[in-house]
């Protein structure tokens, strides 16, 4: 299911649930995450010209939305962990590779290469196991929502509860101000000459 939550109520943490958005699971941990919106279609064109100008457009564009305290369960800690320890083992077979490749004779370049390749999966998958990325949540190009396009359908109906709550505290404190301001004009005395 997806879910878009106004990136306010994301920052301030009204409209965030107490449950994760991976496994609607109850959180055992809250970490602050920096949700980021996708690079537009058109700006992967710019890949031609090379990396930076890619890069350039991507970090003016990016609509960035945190959150101070982002529900996480224990299966969202774990599955963190295992990303984490798959990841930097990929990663260690590179160096690991030159070694070999001393007393490997011919085969050596190739096995460099293999553990070249697996070494780019293995930084795929800690990318992949970082907190920033779990909760699998993208700022809207306006920044004005953060988008939850595959959450789990308990942290949908969680979401949608927390925003109507937030909303009906927002008309009560509303509803107050203008009493308040109704209560002052009625109070005022014009001045007697
Ligand atoms: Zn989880």
Redesign the pocket.
Known sequence: MSIAIPSGLVHNGAGIPDL?S??G?SASVRKPVKFWSKPPAWSYLLIVFGALPFLIVTLILRKEVQAQAWP??P??VKLRKNRLIIGISLMALLPLSFVLAGVAGDAGPVLVMLAFFLAIAGLLVVTRGIYRILPWGFASRDGSTVDFPKAHPNFVAAAQAAHAQAMQQYAAWHASQQAAYAQQQAAYQPPQF
């Open positions: 994760c991976r496994h699971e996480f369960c299966q969202c």
